[in-house]
């Protein structure tokens, strides 16, 4: 139990994959602070990790404000008397495709998710560096972030500012030695329940089966428990010199994202205008791709037809 005597804050812990996060780092030791915005939910994940021989305490409130982030911060160290580990989990979903988005859908995507890394990060970091305490701060990104997604201006804009974020706070906080990295999960979400294309991973992981190997080893896409092991590394002395990466985990894939690369150069005497680029523009045979592709499902791993 490498992580016994520290304590982390789950924020949107209440269930899924949050949850298994928290749970899976009070199986290694640590105390553990549940956040989500439903009551109930709260107090069952809770009693979850206090059956299971853990620590636990809640508490709900909804994160993005600085006033909620202070809060998680404050309630660690009176349940516990510190704190060492932040997880920002907590997210929303308003898909919808541009022109149906409203103002109110993209605020609360962008408040949770980016706003709430960022306020929850800042009171956390303050907090390590006036107790000189090495942190381990973990936000959590998605593939979407990386590659873009059909209807999810909001969501994907967060994610991908995360990332963005991760990538600078690893300098900003280096010589304090707090570690700070990016998670891109890939697993059987309330979301992913709802696309036809997971549907037999879905339905043998309710059943308490293994998924076939070709999601779980072609796809690398598993269960919330596939992703919680690498929370739990990342959080613990092993990983101090782990900073300011992006590490995809699901099912038995592990991957880790590149920055962002330039991958052709092309020059031009006297530069670039406009009637130049007209004539030639270099990159016309290897533009980048947008979205995720996903290869055709074996015939006996695809949905059954509608009824």
């Known amino acids: 139990m490498s992580l016994a005597g520290k304590v982390a804050i789950v924020t949107g812990s209440g269930h899924g994959l949050g949850l298994?996060?928290?749970?899976?780092?009070?199986?290694?030791g640590a105390a553990v602070i549940i956040n989500d915005v439903d009551p109930a939910a709260v107090e069952a994940a809770v009693s979850?990790?206090?059956?299971?021989?853990?620590?636990?305490?809640?508490?709900?409130?909804?994160?993005?404000s600085t006033e909620a982030a202070k809060a998680l911060v404050v309630g660690a160290v009176e349940n516990f008397g510190r704190l060492d580990i932040l997880v920002t989990n907590a997210g929303v979903l308003r898909d919808k495709s541009l022109l149906k988005m409203t103002d109110e859908d993209f605020d609360?995507?962008?408040?949770?998710?980016?706003?709430?890394?960022?306020?929850?990060?800042?009171?956390?970091?303050?907090?390590?560096?006036e107790n000189d305490i090495r942190g381990r701060i973990i936000a959590i990104g998605s593939p979407t972030g990386q590659r873009g997604n059909f209807g999810q201006t909001n969501y994907s804009a967060a994610k991908?500012?995360?990332?963005?974020?991760?990538?600078?706070?690893?300098?900003?906080?280096?010589?304090?030695?707090?570690?700070?990295?990016?998670v891109i999960p890939v697993a059987a979400t309330e979301m992913t329940k709802t696309v036809p294309y997971f549907a037999k991973a879905v339905e043998?992981?309710?059943?308490?089966?293994?998924?076939?190997d070709f999601f779980r080893k072609?796809?690398?896409?598993?269960?919330a428990d596939d992703v919680a092991g690498l929370i739990a590394f990342l959080a613990s002395e092993e990983a101090g010199g782990i900073t300011g990466q992006?590490?995809?985990?699901?099912?038995?894939?592990?991957?880790?994202?590149?920055?962002?690369?330039?991958?052709?150069?092309?020059?031009?005497?006297g530069g670039w205008d406009y009637a130049t680029l007209q004539e030639r523009f270099p990159f016309a045979g290897n533009q980048q791709s947008v979205g995720e592709k996903f290869p055709e499902l074996p015939e006996e791993l695809r949905p059954e037809p509608a009824k």
């Not at 979850?48 to 993005?64: D, L, P, Q, R, T």
């Not at 609360?108 to 907090?127: K, P």
Request: with cysteine.
């Open 20 to 28: 298994s996060y928290a749970q899976e780092l009070a199986r290694q």
């Open 48 to 64: 979850s990790i206090a059956a299971a021989g853990g620590k636990a305490a809640g508490i709900v409130a909804a994160v993005g």
């Open 108 to 129: 609360l995507v962008i408040n949770v998710h980016l706003r709430g890394t960022f306020t929850c990060v800042r009171e956390a970091y303050a907090y390590f560096k």
């Open 160 to 182: 991908a500012g995360i990332v963005g974020m991760v990538r600078t706070w690893a300098l900003e906080m280096k010589r304090a030695g707090i570690a700070v990295n990016a």
């Open 204 to 212: 043998a992981d309710e059943r308490g089966e293994a998924m076939p």
């Open 218 to 223: 072609d796809l690398g896409f598993g269960t």
């Open 246 to 269: 992006a590490i995809g985990a699901g099912g038995d894939r592990l991957q880790l994202w590149s920055h962002p690369e330039a991958i052709a150069s092309e020059f031009n005497d």
